[in-house]
């Protein structure tokens, strides 16, 4: 399990009330002694339960470290004022709005989260960094969290890594692209020590219920049809959260300062763990079928609707670099966290049931 350098002692993370955030915050709570300054505006998508269920089990003084910072980023002077009170030698930078559907019917605040939100952000970052001793402007380090999603679709082959030119398709992964430049051009304009990380659909416990998984399996859960979009056949690379947290970590501590890592999924000989929609779907019912069998099995709720405007066809990752340069590879394959991660939200009942009144 990776953590982080004993350089680094406070820790700012950005949306980390969100489903990937909230997994940092965790795991820097549970391996760490960082004071860690979680900066969300604490939208729809927000929950803050998963950590004091955490800070509970950790008890002592785990409590006292995690600092909520009540922060809208696109609020430049709270940014700043919130950068100022965390004092951070790392920016784990999450938030953005994330559900393409959304940014399909909503765009707007996909550009003003995911692009002025960034700006501002990498703005209060350049004074903070700009004032600190000559020691801890060695350690800092903006990282920015983005997706696979920016590079578009591929076809039946190939995969992308660093290398693959952007080529965003939909308002959610057109403004994520847009915000992996910013920071570029923040680091190559005004030196500002960045590194930035692409990576494939994530699932796992805590999960808001709008993405695939949960909505398929708290539909199932429900008896209700269970949505797939078009033929089924789009095409993810999925990755456990908690080896993603891994991922993220390892590049803060070791990742070359400017350089990209894309981090997907599959096992030790790498490659990755693709999955049609139509294939995740049906993998679920198969479990549901053992642990909560019905009468009929579960895939006779699946039920076709229209599929997405502009529905990307595949995403793969390459993730050969950040596996030989930093040594790090997935430890749950998909079959086992899929298992795993049903069981969580059967387990989770009330948990779902307020996140689905939100929905
Ligand atoms: P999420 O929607 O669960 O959480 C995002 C959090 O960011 C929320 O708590 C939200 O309140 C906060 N936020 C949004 N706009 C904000 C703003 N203007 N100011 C302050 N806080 C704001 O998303 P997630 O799935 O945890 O994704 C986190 C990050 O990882 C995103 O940047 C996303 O693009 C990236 N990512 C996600 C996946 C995935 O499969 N979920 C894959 C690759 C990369």
């Known amino acids: 399990m990776s953590c982080l350098p004993d350089s680094i002692q406070r820790v700012l993370v950005t949306g980390g009330a969100g489903f990937i955030g909230g997994a940092v915050v965790r795991r820097l709570l549970r391996c760490s002694a960082v004071e860690v300054f979680n900066l969300d505006k604490l939208g729809y998508a927000s929950d803050l339960s998963s950590i004091q269920a955490e800070v509970e089990q950790l008890g002592g003084m785990a409590a006292g470290r995690h600092h909520v910072l009540q922060v809208d980023l696109v609020d430049q002077q709270a940014t700043a004022e919130a950068v100022r009170r965390a004092d951070p030698d790392l920016v784990l930078h999450l938030a953005a709005e994330s559900h393409v559907d959304r940014s399909i019917n909503a765009p707007g605040a996909f550009l003003d989260s995911n692009i002025i939100g960034t700006f501002s952000l990498l703005q209060a970052c350049r004074g903070h960094w700009d004032a600190l ?21 591929l076809g039946a082959s190939g995969y992308f890594s660093e290398a693959t030119p952007y080529d965003p398709r939909s308002p959610y992964s057109a403004s994520k692209a847009a915000s992996d430049h910013l920071v570029k051009a923040w680091h190559h304009t005004f030196g500002l020590p960045v590194v930035t990380t692409n990576c494939s659909n994530n699932y796992g416990p805590w999960q808001f219920p709008e993405k695939l998984i949960p909505v398929v399996i708290l539909s199932a859960l429900a008896l209700k049809p269970i949505p797939l979009y078009g033929d089924g056949l789009n095409v993810r690379d999925w990755l456990h959260v908690e080896d993603h947290v891994d991922a993220l970590l390892l ?5 070359k300062t400017g350089a990209s890592y894309c981090v997907g999924g599959g096992g030790e000989g790498g490659g990755c763990d693709e999955r049609t929609n139509r294939e995740v779907v049906e993998s679920i019912c198969a479990i549901l079928d053992q642990i909560r069998p019905q009468a009929e099995p579960y895939s006779h709720l699946i039920s076709r609707v229209n599929d997405r405007p502009g529905h990307d066809r595949r995403y793969a990752i390459d993730s050969s670099l950040i596996r030989k340069e930093l040594g790090w590879s997935p430890s749950l394959g998909f079959e086992n966290g899929l298992r795993q991660t049903v069981h969580w939200y059967l387990d989770h009942p009330d948990w779902c049931q307020q996140m689905l009144g939100r929905s």
């Not at 001793?133 to 920016?150: G, K, L, M, N, P």
């Open 251 to 255: 590049v803060a501590g070791q990742g």
């Open 133 to 153: 001793s000559a020691v801890r402007r060695e350690v800092f380090r903006f990282q920015h969290i983005s997706t696979d999603e920016v590079f578009g679709s």
